[in-house]
């Protein structure tokens, strides 16, 4: 289990100091409410009349006074201070009391009720006879009963408070009880939240496997769903820093090819003064290679980084015408014909990078013209779809396989039939990413007999002038 934070400004103590509050203050409330319920049911029982075990015990004890005491001694009892809570009084039907005293008007008028038999019992079942007796005292009936005069206190026992279990005890273990509830709790509801850390440390740290999603669990619905995204970060992540590595790796290879090339014709130049010429056009043509390198993968990293390129608006028959120039130029020495097939009604209006998208566009025409035979044809098709600009580029090429066509657009990744040893395998990489500046997406597949097939869609504008984009 990942160790508690030591900061009290951390979720666990919050929780842990908000779960004893709310412990703590429903308590209180429940004392206050239950306090104010018993409240009220004493102050029912002011002058009323006490037919419960007390009552009964209170007037059984006056009848039995009276019997051995007479009459003059149950005046006595009922007149000192051991006739209270409740206080018995002895009276006649006509109302006179014995020993003197004022019965309460509302202890009357309860008495005389039952004596009618119009009120019941609180438990339905009749008045107990115990609680009213009938005594003969100087040859007139009395009625001996026992009334709520002075009202007890408000007392509520929260507990079973004896010798064993005092007040002080129940309290410390109440509180006790509180605490570790309020310490289960806090521990329950943090625990996502501390694995989230864990796991965010450990990436931190260097670990890019980490993942958290499935020791989360959906209970935790908005912790889940923030780990689910730090799951995706991470994988994002750990793609782009496996991505770079590999990247570094490549770009050190192919620059150390020329840089060792660059060694060797100066150690012949130093040997064989008569080759200086020829080592210094081999080392300037080695630097001029690596100049290449660097260029494209300066507009690599440019572009892959998400650079906003500014853009204005061309046509598209006119940007294709001049794309299909430039490579038609490049292809007379091999013989090879570069058609434009123009599919479209109208003229469609672009909102691109003009130098980027002609860029991505005779990269990938230059691919197809490697692999294209002599007299072949290499055919850039157009037409409007209804997700935009689609512009194709068909070789007659021998193809590629299909884990060839998986990677072909990952840098520094050359074909397996590449036999012309030129190239650093990035023009690809970098008409993706290009064709993916301008809102568009780029995509490969072969054809039949043979061939490979680049496709091309580009947002168009609408008739209110916003992008309707590709889709991907």
């Known amino acids: 289990m990942p160790p508690l934070p030591a900061s009290f400004n951390s979720l666990f103590w919050r929780l842990f100091c908000g779960l004893i509050a709310v412990i703590l203050a429903t ?9 104010v319920v018993q409240s009220q049911v004493v102050a029912k029982l002011e002058n009323s009349l006490s037919l419960r075990y007390g009552g009964q015990r209170a007037v059984e004890t006056a009848f039995i006074m009276h019997r051995y005491a007479g009459e003059a001694g149950l005046v006595e009892w ?8 409740p206080t018995v009084f002895v009276m006649t039907k006509s109302g006179v009391e014995l020993s ?9 008028q309860l008495l005389e009720a039952l004596q009618s038999g119009k009120v019941p019992d609180a438990r339905g079942e009749g008045f107990p006879s115990e609680a009213v007796k009938t005594v003969e005292i100087g ?4 009625f001996i009963f026992a009334v709520h005069t002075s009202l007890p206190p408000v007392r509520l026992n929260l507990f079973p408070f004896n010798s064993l279990t005092p007040a002080l005890t129940a309290i410390v273990s109440a509180l006790l009880l509180t605490l570790c509830v309020a310490w289960l709790l806090a521990l329950y509801y943090s625990r996502p939240l501390r694995r989230l850390d864990a796991a965010m440390r450990k990436v931190a740290e260097g670990d890019l496997s980490t993942r958290i999603e499935k020791d989360i669990g959906p209970a ?8 689910k995204v730090f799951d995706r970060m991470a994988d994002q992540i750990e793609k782009l820093i496996n991505r770079q590595r590999k990247l570094f ?6 620059i150390r090819s020329p840089l060792a090339r660059i060694e060797v014709a100066t150690d012949l130049a130093k040997l064989d003064p008569s080759r200086v010429p020829a080592s210094l056009e081999r080392i300037e043509k080695e630097v001029r290679a690596i100049d290449e390198l660097i260029g494209s993968l300066l507009t690599y990293a440019r572009l892959e980084g998400g650079i906003v390129l500014e853009t204005a608006t061309v046509s598209a028959r006119a940007f294709l015408g001049a794309v299909r120039d430039t490579l038609a130029f490049e292809a007379q020495s091999r013989g090879v014909e570069v058609k434009l097939v123009d599919r479209l009604t109208e003229d469609i209006t672009l909102e691109v990078n003009e130098a980027a998208l002609s860029s991505a566009l005779i990269n990938i025409g230059r691919n197809a013209l490697r692999f294209t035979p002599e007299r072949g044809t290499i055919t850039l098709a157009v037409e409007l779809r209804a997700k935009g600009l689609l512009i194709r580029c068909i070789d007659e ?8 066509l998986a990677r072909m657009f990952d840098p520094f990744v050359r074909g397996n039939r590449e036999h012309t040893g030129t190239g650093f395998g990035l023009g690809l990489a970098i008409a993706k990413s290009a064709v993916a500046s301008q809102h568009g997406t780029l995509s490969a597949k072969n054809v039949l007999p043979h061939g490979l097939e680049f496709e091309i869609t580009l947002p168009v504008q609408t008739e209110n002038g916003s992008l309707k984009k590709a889709a991907v």
Request: aromatic share 6%.
């Open 397 to 404: 090429g021998p193809g590629m396989s299909e884990e060839e």
């Open 78 to 85: 009922l007149l000192s201070d051991a006739n209270q809570r």
């Open 100 to 108: 003197g005293r004022t019965v309460p008007e509302r202890a009357r």
């Open 249 to 254: 790796h490549n770009v050190s290879h192919e």
């Open 220 to 227: 935790d619905g908005e912790v889940a769903a923030l780990a």
């Open 27 to 35: 308590a209180a409330a429940v004392w206050t409410a239950a306090y």
């Open 139 to 142: 040859g007139k009936p009395y």
